[in-house]
């Protein structure tokens, strides 16, 4: 089983820019959907954005699309998330995951089985 490993989050002020990487231990990304989610006290966990590491197609969240640019890192064996504009409410731990969904279930939770133990980040002033 993949072990995943998430970085990069922290304490950011509103309008700030973030980058969260995602590694996998002791394998490659290579056959895998890598998504990020991200879960806020007291709500569901929610997805965030995804990449298919063979093809390079990306998915966003409708509503975070025009903040996120989500890219593979082939030299660092990673996937990196990048946040602009954040804002408070961006507030959550960010978790990494990877699985093999179709392209219709790529936006789904259900669809990844590897989970990495989270990030914390908080946007505040």
């Known amino acids: 089983q993949v072990q995943l490993a998430e970085s990069g989050g922290g304490l950011v002020q509103p309008g700030t820019s973030l980058t969260l990487s995602c590694v996998p231990s002791?394998?490659?990304?290579?056959?895998?959907?890598v998504g990020w989610f991200r879960q806020a006290p007291g709500k569901e966990r929610e997805f965030v954005s995804g990449l298919r590491w063979s093809t390079g197609a990306t998915y966003f969240a409708e509503a975070l699309k025009g903040r996120l640019t989500i890219s593979k890192d082939y030299a660092r064996n990673a996937v990196d998330l990048q946040m602009k504009s954040l804002k408070p409410e961006d507030t959550a731990v960010y978790y990494c995951?990877?699985?093999?969904?179709?392209?219709?279930?790529?936006?789904?939770?259900?669809?990844?089985?590897?989970w990495g133990q989270g990030t914390q980040v908080t946007v505040s002033s």
């Open positions: 002791g394998a490659t990304f290579s056959g895998y959907t």
């Open positions: 995951a990877t699985g093999r969904p179709i392209t219709s279930e790529a936006t789904k939770a259900r669809a990844y089985y590897n």
